[in-house]
T-cell receptor, first 115, second 112 residues
Framework: GAGVSQSPSNKVTEKGKDVELRCDPI?????LYWYRQSLGQGLEFLIY????????KSGLPSDRFSAERTGGSVSTLTIQRTQQEDSAVYLC?????????????FGPGTRLTVT | QKEVEQDPGPLSVPEGAIVSLNCTYS??????FMWYRQYSRKGPELLMY????GNKEDGRFTAQVDKSSKYISLFIRDSQPSDSATYLC????????????FGKGTTLSVSS
């Protein structure tokens, strides 16, 4: 079946502009995660959605970052007033169950470059 | 101290070698221990997971967890050039609402 898909695959934007990154999870997966992968920093957790529960936003680095998940499926990560330090690969993952779910399936990521 | 420490390498070995990849961690609440493989410009893919302490084998791959030492390992036997990738350890507790905590990844290159 289809895996997690993300779009766009690459995004170049000017400092100060807003960007939207999209994630389509695997059908039927109730949990959705956003991570950021920066050079030399590894993967950092950003936000987690589980069903209709309030999202866990504890990993968002600033109030310029926000995310929503519509209809329990597609998710959009929005970065406002982008800064150069936002340049990274943004990865989305989904899993069948949330909580301590260990079997997360990742998308290919969106490579964001802020100039 | 970061929650999960992993030597970034790079690690270069000849084809057929046994590879040992390791991570240490500080949070005793971690219960699930995973190894992900990430090829260049791709998302991570789950290789293996282990619950609590012990060993798990899958083909050429063996995962070991020693909770008393807070140390996990991944062994790759008869390494192949196709094993060349970045290997990320990841951990998670049983607590609801938690996300994976990753090491920074070790870059492995297997030469033919």
């Amino acid at each position: 079946g289809a895996g997690v898909s993300q779009s766009p695959s690459n995004k170049v934007t000017e400092k100060g502009k807003d960007v939207e990154l999209r994630c389509d999870p695997i059908s039927g997966h109730t949990a959705l995660y956003w991570y950021r992968q920066s050079l030399g920093q590894g993967l950092e957790f950003l936000i987690y959605f589980q069903g209709n529960s309030a999202p866990d936003k504890s990993g968002l680095p600033s109030d310029r970052f926000s995310a929503e998940r519509t209809g329990g499926s597609v998710s959009t990560l929005t970065i406002q007033r982008t800064q150069q330090e936002d340049s990274a690969v943004y990865l989305c993952a989904s899993s069948l169950v949330g909580g301590g779910a260990y079997e997360q399936y990742f998308g290919p990521g969106t490579r964001l470059t802020v100039t | 101290q970061k929650e999960v420490e992993q030597d970034p390498g790079p690690l270069s070995v000849p084809e057929g070698a046994i590879v040992s990849l390791n991570c240490t961690y500080s949070n005793s609440a971690f219960q699930y221990f995973m190894w992900y493989r990430q090829y260049s410009r791709k998302g991570p893919e789950l290789l293996m997971y282990t619950y609590s302490s012990g060993n798990k084998e899958d083909g050429r791959f063996t995962a070991q967890v020693d909770k008393s030492s807070k140390y996990i390992s991944l062994f790759i036997r008869d390494s192949q050039p196709s094993d060349s990738a970045t290997y990320l350890c990841a951990m998670i507790s049983n607590q609801a609402g938690t996300a994976l905590i990753f090491g920074k990844g070790t870059t492995l290159s297997v030469s033919s």
